[in-house]
């Protein structure tokens, strides 16, 4: 068994983790332990900006792409469509949203356009493929890009052959995390019980839906300010992995190490 102290926890900051760490036995639904994320039989992993560095930025390009995508769309300039694009995120969640509500755009056509973006600048990942392939359990990705994209990526930085399926937007009926529906839609899909799944996110917000339909949670944290957990609203997250490879080896490791004894 590892140490819970190996890892850096969100709770301790909060007077709500401290009561779980002091009094296990009052809080109704305790953050999963370690011992339960060893346990896990479904994976549930963000690709962008969890499975690669943030640094990468692949985000910048994607999102000028959404601008481009904006200009040629309405005849507009660069400032123009950046307003316009604001007014999307503010008012549907997604700019993709406000294209097909407000304008009737093909999904398609703009999906395929914002990720039309270069790769190049992602590094080949071999240790986390190789922790992976170790980490027992199904894995599945779940994004809010597209299949087309995440299989790009994936083969890109070595983990195409990692996963069993891509969950992404289309799945998601174009809704997407955190949306609840995406959720529900994936759980069903892929026949998986939440109290038995562990979701990996970068994106603190992405992972209350999953905390709340019982699953563990493991947050990746980036230097994005969009990507951080809103003040006072940690309960959601379970572990903080700021190196996912590290942690993952570690917790496959404490697996093994924790059977023999468990017979003995
Ligand atoms: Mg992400």
Redesign the pocket.
């Known amino acids: 068994m590892i140490s819970r102290s190996v890892y850096n926890r969100v709770a301790p900051a909060s007077s709500s983790g401290l009561v779980w760490l002091i009094l296990p036995a009052m809080q109704t639904d305790p953050a999963p332990t370690l011992e339960r994320l060893a346990a896990t039989e479904t994976w549930l992993f ?5 499975l690669y560095p943030a640094e990468c930025n692949l985000f910048a390009q994607i999102d000028r792409r959404m601008g481009e995508f904006i200009s040629r769309q309405f005849g507009i300039d660069a400032v123009a469509a950046k307003q316009r694009q604001k007014g999307f995120f503010q008012q549907h969640g997604t700019t993709l949203r406000g294209l097909m509500v407000d304008h009737g755009v093909d999904p398609a056509d703009f999906l395929n356009y914002v990720h039309d973006i270069d790769l190049s600048v992602l590094p080949a990942l071999p240790e986390l493929r190789q922790v992976l392939q170790a980490l027992p359990g199904r894995k599945l990705i779940f994004t809010n890009g597209t299949v087309a994209h995440a299989e790009r990526v994936l083969g890109r930085i070595g983990l195409a052959d990692c996963f069993e399926a891509v969950f992404d937007i289309v799945a998601s009926d174009y809704l997407p995390k955190p949306r609840p529906e995406p959720y529900d839609k994936l759980l069903a899909a892929h026949g998986v019980d939440p109290r038995r799944a562990t979701m990996v ?3 603190a917000r992405n992972l209350a839906p999953a905390a709340r339909l019982g699953m563990a949670t493991i947050w990746v944290p980036t230097h994005s300010d969009w990507a951080q957990p809103v003040a006072g609203e940690t309960d959601h997250i379970h572990h903080v992995a700021p190196d996912l490879t590290g942690f993952l080896s570690a917790l496959s490791n404490s697996g093994r190490n924790a059977e023999p004894a468990a017979k003995g």
């Not at 963000?46 to 969890?50: P, S, Y």
């Open positions: 963000d690709l962008d900006n969890t996110e970068d994106m």
